[in-house]
């Protein structure tokens, strides 16, 4: 079975860190592009980082450069987005995405909740 699956959010005070993980299942990510988008009820879903295949190069919005960072294990099968010096404006649910690089095949995790909240 082809599964994203997206752990590591909670409720953390401003300013503080969380390491959220994106474990893939029934394909290996080796020949993804993979990302972190975020969304809140009221937005549409914004893409926040992406890297590539071989681990870079990455993109960022504009919102979160230096203070987020993607990284990916191909071993593990498993993307990372480290967020530190968190704002209550990363509010939101954050999704992980496969995008296959030749086919274009993508994949969607069902979400993680982040909550910046003092």
Known sequence: ???LVESGGGLVQPGGSLRLSCAASGFTIN??????????????????????RAG???????????RFTISRDNARNTVYLQMNSLKPDDTAVYY?????????????GRGTQVTVSS
């Not at 870079?56 to 230096?66: F, H, L």
């Open 1 to 3: 079975q082809v599964q």
């Open 31 to 52: 020949s993804y592009v993979m990302s972190w988008y975020r969304q809140t009820p009221d937005k549409e879903r914004e893409l926040v980082a992406t890297i590539a």
């Open 56 to 66: 870079g190069p990455t993109n960022y919005a504009d919102s979160v450069k230096g």
């Open 96 to 108: 992980c995405k496969a995008v296959h690089f030749t086919n274009l095949y993508v994949y969607w």
